[in-house]
Every structure is written in structure tokens, then in C-alpha cells.
């Protein structure tokens, strides 16, 4: 157990603590700036990640930075507010305290803000062998591996070996398996044959598979066909109504109307569900059965338990119209946030409080270079002009001047030639290394 406390001034105001600096993390804070309340941040990692476009960093089409920014940076001017670098391992409610590997805080509100995380269903070998996509770090790892079985694929002369090498099946096809689907696909049909022209590219397989009927389950059925049709013209293999139950490395065994059959393949790529990150301390009853979420009441308060809240991905808000929750995307973490910072207020000066209804403005994928799918209310637009809304929409919502230019003319130049330009093994990647390291995290130990 940790003793120290975190070395935060007390400013004798009232606290509130913010767990996690994503999309509801760091909206609470920008919300919360001209009030009379100290905010303290707390989050693993020193910058915040745009999640949406971590696919284009695993193949090679941006550079992490262009998709995450330091938090120091966006609140430098914030006068109440408080960053603290430092992985929060439990909340204690009683004592009104967060236990981070820094030491312990006292807050007088807290918000637990910490997102989600890759759901393996308890699946170990599917866990230790694929590779998930939630954190800049993994994009990376993702990366390396790409490049680093195309290298091995060079070095062998066993045809199955070298397919297996090049070979991709990702699990999931809502918007990540999808986006992810399309840019393998323009690598291998515009990138990867110049840069191993000793293999037969052609040969590289790239499978998509899901448990459902469709692609983009939750956009309509019209959406849903284009992109399938799009899929199919880069070359896709779709694979409907299919589970993926166990991996080894090297083969998928998939599960089709009760019969068992196989995929090749040495990059599995799990995009095939998320829970939530919620952090140890809560009762049992607080958190859903399924999906590990924080149950919250319509103003986001943990009921029961005195100043609590939850938002964004981690909490789970049952409604009506959402009997399992609000879906975890990024509007919902936005707005429940934007509310949050209105409520506290409230609450701090004895208010009532306005209970969240989520505005849902749109959906949208894109499945390579002019070929995208959006739903903006009853309007639908496909091709070339949701590819642009796309685009505009992605530049439009990333953090920072600079990230937003460096995208941009990252995504002109592959318009122009196609280039994925960041093909480059930093650090190169090793299953045995990431499990080591998973496994001294569950211990505790802060790495
Ligand atoms: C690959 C991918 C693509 C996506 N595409 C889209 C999309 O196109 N559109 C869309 O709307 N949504 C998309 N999403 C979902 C969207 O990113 C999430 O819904 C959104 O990030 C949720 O925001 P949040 O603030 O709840 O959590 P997050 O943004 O995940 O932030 C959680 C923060 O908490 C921190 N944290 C977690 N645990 C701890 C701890 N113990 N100690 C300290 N800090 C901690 C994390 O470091 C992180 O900064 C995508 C997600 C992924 C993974």
C-alpha cells in the first residue's frame, strides 16, 4: 500500500479530481476553468490520444505525435488546474482519497473519466498472440510487427510460412476493423510491393471478420453495403457470422454456423470489443456485470456513493433509450462532460441538476482513399464526398494547430502518390517483452 501523498497544494477550495485526460477528461477540465474549484488531473501518460486515427499510425500513414498532444500544453494558462503524471490504482470512497503509484490524494468531488480497454473475453492465447489497437503505444507495436514479418517473410522459403508472414485477419468490423481493413489493403496494393519487390505481394491476404450479419453494425444497412462493397473492390475477405475462438500465432480457429474452420495468418489484429476501465474500489454492485462500466444515475453520479461521478466510456447510463448504456464513442464522453462541469457547479452552490440526453450527430467510416460512409441524421453520403466530411470532421476534432497541419499534409501526399511514409521499426516488437510487461503491471509494479 502506497504512503506518500501526491504533493498537490491545498488551495482551500473546493477539489475536484479528474481520473483520465481523454475526450471526457480533458472537456471537465476546459469546462470547469473560471470556476471557483482546484481541478487535478491524473493520467498514465503525459499527453492525450485522438483514439480515432491510431489505425493510420499502425500502418505507417501518420506519426504518433500527429495524433496525440502533451496535456502540460493545453492547460498551461489554467489557473486552478493541476496535472499529476501517475497511474491511479484505486479509489477509496470512504476516505475520500485516490491511491496512485505517486502517493494518495484527498478530493472533495471526483470524476472517474479512465475510458476503456481491449475486451479478450478471457480468451489468454487470443490475448498474449494478437494485437489489440486502444493506446499510441500499441499502434506502434503494430506497426513494427507488420514490417518486421514482411522481413521474415523475405528470409523464408516455406510458401505457407511467408503467407502466414503476410497474412492480416482482423476480428471485429465496426469503424476500426473496417478502417483498419482498408489501409492494409491500399499498403498492399500501392506500398508494400515497391518496397519488397522480391515478394509476391499479391499473395497477402487481408481478412475481416465478425460475429454479425454486416460491417458497421451500428450504421444502417445501406451504409453498411457500401462499405462491404468497398471492402470487396480493395480486395477484402469478409467473413459474416463468424467467431473467432481461439489463436495460436500463426492460425485463427474461427466458428461458422457450428463448424469449425481456419485462417491463416501472423498479424491478428482484435478489434472485436472493449470494456470499461474502471478503477478497483468500487462495490460490486456499482459496476455492470457485463462490460466492467461504472453504473451511473442521469446526472453521471455513482448513486450511493457521496461526490462520485463517472463519464465517458467508463460509465454506464441506463436510460430508456439506451437500456445498456450510452455507446462508447467520443460525442457521449464530450457531452456528458460539458454537463458534468455545468452540474458540479449546481451542486456546489445548491442547484438542482439537469439530467444528460445525448445528442447524436452522426456516424462514419472510411474505408480508403475516396470511399467513406457517413450519417449525418436521416442525410447519408458515401464515396467521395463522405470521404471528404470525413477528413474534414477528423482534422476539425484533433487537439493543436500543428497536428491538425502535419495531418493534413500527411493525407495530401498519400492523395497524391499514395505513400505511407513512417514505415520505420523503432523499436522492434516482441510478444515475450509485452507479456513480461502486462504481467508486472497486474503486480503492481509501475513501469
Ligand atoms: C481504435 C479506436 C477508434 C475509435 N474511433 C472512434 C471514432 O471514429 N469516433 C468516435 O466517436 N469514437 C471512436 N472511438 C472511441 C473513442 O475513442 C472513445 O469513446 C473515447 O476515447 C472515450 O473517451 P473517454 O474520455 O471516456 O476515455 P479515453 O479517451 O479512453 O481516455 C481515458 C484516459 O484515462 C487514462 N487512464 C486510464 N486508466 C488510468 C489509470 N489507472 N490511471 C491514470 N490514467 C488512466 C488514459 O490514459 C486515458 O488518457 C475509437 C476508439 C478506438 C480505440
Not at 471537465?28 to 499527453?47: A, G, H, P, W
Not at 494478437?130 to 500499441?138: D, N
Not at 447510463?317 to 464513442?329: A, C, R, T, Y
Amino acid at each position: 500500500m502506497v504512503q506518500a501523498t501526491l504533493d498537490v497544494p491545498d488551495l482551500h477550495i473546493p477539489r475536484v479530481v479528474i481520473i483520465g485526460g481523454g475526450f471526457a477528461g480533458l472537456e471537465l477540465v476546459r469546462s470547469l476553468k473560471s470556476q471557483e474549484v482546484q481541478v487535478v488531473l491524473l493520467d498514465r501518460n503525459n499527453y492525450h490520444t485522438f483514439q480515432p486515427l491510431l489505425y493510420q499510425v499502425a500502418t505507417a500513414g501518420l506519426e504518433p505525435d500527429a495524433i496525440a498532444f502533451p496535456i502540460r500544453k493545453l492547460f498551461h494558462n489554467y489557473e486552478n488546474f493541476y496535472f499529476r503524471y501517475s497511474v491511479v490504482q484505486e479509489i477509496d470512497t470512504q476516505q475520500k482519497e485516490v491511491v496512485t503509484n505517486l502517493g494518495k490524494l484527498k478530493y472533495d468531488y471526483l470524476v472517474v473519466a479512465s475510458g476503456s480497454r481491449t475486451n479478450f473475453f478471457g480468451n489468454e492465447n487470443i490475448r498474449y498472440h494478437s494485437m489489440p489497437l486502444k493506446t499510441v503505444v500499441q499502434s506502434l507495436q503494430l506497426r513494427s510487427l507488420l514490417l518486421q514479418n514482411f522481413e521474415k517473410a523475405l528470409q523464408t522459403k516455406d510458401l505457407t510460412k511467408r503467407e502466414a508472414y503476410m497474412n492480416f485477419v482482423i476480428v471485429g468490423g465496426g469503424p476500426t476493423g473496417v478502417e483498419l481493413a482498408g489501409a492494409l489493403s491500399e499498403l498492399k496494393n500501392y506500398v508494400l510491393p515497391v518496397d519488397y519487390p522480391e515478394l509476391d505481394v499479391r499473395k497477402m491476404q487481408v481478412h475481416l471478420v465478425d460475429a454479425g450479419p454486416r460491417v458497421l453494425a451500428a450504421l444502417s444497412e445501406e451504409s453498411s453495403a457500401s462499405a462491404e462493397r468497398y471492402l470487396k473492390k480493395l480486395g477484402v475477405h469478409l467473413h459474416f457470422n463468424t467467431l473467432v475462438k481461439d489463436y495460436d500465432g500463426t492460425t485463427a480457429i474461427t466458428i461458422k454456423d457450428g463448424e469449425e474452420g481456419q485462417l491463416l495468418g501472423r498479424n491478428l489484429i482484435w478489434s472485436a470489443g472493449v470494456e470499461g476501465n474502471a478503477p478497483k474500489g468500487f462495490d460490486a454492485s456499482k459496476i455492470t456485470e457485463r462490460g466492467n462500466r461504472i453504473l451511473v444515475n442521469e446526472f453521471n453520479q455513482v448513486e450511493g456513493v457521496q461526490n462520485v461521478f463517472a463519464v465517458g466510456d467508463v460509465a454506464c447510463m441506463k436510460l430508456e433509450d439506451f437500456p445498456n448504456g450510452h455507446p462508447m464513442v467520443a460525442p457521449v464522453a464530450i457531452q456528458q462532460a460539458t454537463l458534468l462541469a455545468k452540474n458540479l457547479k449546481c451542486l456546489i452552490n445548491g442547484k438542482s441538476l439537469k439530467p444528460f440526453k445525448y445528442q447524436n450527430k452522426g456516424s462514419m467510416a472510411t474505408v480508403g482513399k475516396n470511399k467513406a460512409v457517413v450519417e449525418i441524421g436521416k442525410t447519408r453520403f458515401k464515396g467521395v464526398s463522405a470521404w471528404f466530411i470525413w477528413m474534414f470532421v477528423h482534422i476539425l476534432s484533433l487537439i493543436g494547430l500543428r497536428n491538425k497541419a502535419i495531418v493534413f499534409i500527411n493525407w495530401f501526399w498519400n492523395y497524391l502518390n499514395y505513400d505511407r511514409s513512417n514505415r520505420l521499426i523503432i523499436s522492434r516488437f516482441s510478444k515475450e517483452e509485452r507479456k513480461e510487461k502486462r504481467d508486472k503491471g497486474k503486480a503492481g509494479v509501475v513501469i
